[in-house]
């Protein structure tokens, strides 16, 4: 509970299993105001690798896993690709949620990989539904934010990290830092107006803080043997840093 407090928010990608004194240690985090994102899997499975009927922090997530049956069990099967894993499903926001979202969000179709299909429980507040590319079809609940004590919680049913690969960071990365923004009652430590190609890791110790930047162009994947004879070169950069509060700046250097 210590080190949790310190965190404004904790992010469970996709964390399978957590001991029931870390369930617990989540729990009264929640509950004393933190905020909490977690995807996909997280807390369904027990220490053996046992998929349970509940997760372990139902209490959090107000969401119950489901066997779909019936119709929402032959959208389901018709929208898998033959390689295996759905095809042709996205995220959704509801036009009733724009209290909670940005109107940016409205009608804007996020990519869904592997989901857990679950039901809402009361005090859960659907944000985003799993839609069908087709027709927009909503067949599940897909982001789902609740309340908990003094805290917030926002679970996604999308394993949101498989985007990752093939090109998917980005679109990863905008779906969480809207999430993020959602649930945050802080300002941002920084803000980063560049190219995406430049990335940015900022890091504090004591009364110093370091931000890193690297020009990174994709580099074929990373894939070995490649001849890399060009860096694009990367310009326009603006960084605003907020200054942490009852600070002064004393240095700046680069």
């Excluded at 905008?174 to 890791?201: C, F, H, Q, R």
Aim: glycine letters at 6%; one cysteine or more.
């Amino acid at each position: 509970p210590e080190k949790l407090k310190k965190y404004p928010i904790l992010y469970l990608a996709n964390i399978p299993y957590l001991s029931d004194e870390r369930i617990k240690n989540i729990i009264d985090y929640v509950a004393n105001g933190g905020k909490l994102i977690a995807s996909y899997a997280t807390t369904l499975f027990d220490a053996q690798g046992n998929r349970k009927s509940r997760f372990g922090l139902e209490e959090l997530f107000r969401v119950k896993p489901i066997d779909p049956e019936g119709e929402l069990a032959n959208i389901i099967a018709s929208y898998r690709a033959m390689v295996g894993g759905p095809n042709d499903l996205y995220l959704l926001a509801r036009n009733d949620s724009n209290r909670v979202l940005n109107n940016e969000w409205v009608n804007r179709l996020f990519p869904a990989w592997y989901y857990e299909p679950v039901k809402v429980l009361d005090g859960g507040e659907v944000l985003m539904d799993i839609v069908t590319g087709h027709d927009r079809q909503r067949i599940l609940p897909g982001l789902v934010l609740s309340d908990y004590g003094r805290g917030r919680v926002v679970y996604c049913s999308n394993a949101i990290e498989s985007l990752y690969d093939y090109e998917g960071a980005a679109i990863a990365g905008e779906l969480l830092e809207k999430i993020v923004k959602m649930i945050s009652t802080n300002e941002p430590p920084y803000t980063l107006d560049a190219p995406a190609g430049l990335l940015a890791n900022l890091t504090e110790k004591e009364n110093r803080m370091v931000l890193h930047l690297t020009n990174w162009t994709g580099n074929k994947f990373e894939k070995p043997w490649i001849n890399e004879y060009y860096l694009a070169p990367v310009e326009d950069v603006r960084v605003i840093i907020r200054i942490p509060e009852h600070k002064r700046i004393k240095n700046v250097s680069l």
